[in-house]
């Protein structure tokens, strides 16, 4: 990993090998993060959203696209990230 992420250090799963269950399971997390990423923006484009609710659901979304990176590397690879942020090599 980079010098600007080093102080995350390494996740204790680093480059592990995952089972063909495990990676179905990230298939069907991702599928799922991109169906509820999805809905939030198309209910807060269409519906619209209440003023007290944008900070939680921005990080509701944020969070949510955390996650689909991280399912999303494991279902593809099929191994664990090497790090705590997936795209740092």
């Keep these: 990993m980079g010098e600007r992420y080093k102080f995350l ?3 204790p799963w680093s ?3 995952v089972s063909k269950p495990v ?3 990230a298939w069907v997390l991702t ?3 991109i169906f509820a990423v999805s809905s939030i923006v198309y209910f807060g484009f269409f519906e619209g959203i209440e003023n007290y ?3 939680t659901l921005s990080i509701m979304v944020v969070g949510l ?3 689909f990176l991280i399912f999303s590397y494991v279902a593809i690879k099929g191994k ?3 790090g705590w942020l997936p795209w740092a090599q």
């Design 9 to 11: 250090g390494a996740a």
């Design 15 to 17: 480059n592990q090998k």
């Design 23 to 25: 990676q179905y399971l």
């Design 31 to 33: 599928i799922s993060g």
């Design 53 to 55: 609710n944008i900070f």
């Design 65 to 67: 696209i955390y996650y």
């Design 80 to 82: 664990a990230p090497p």
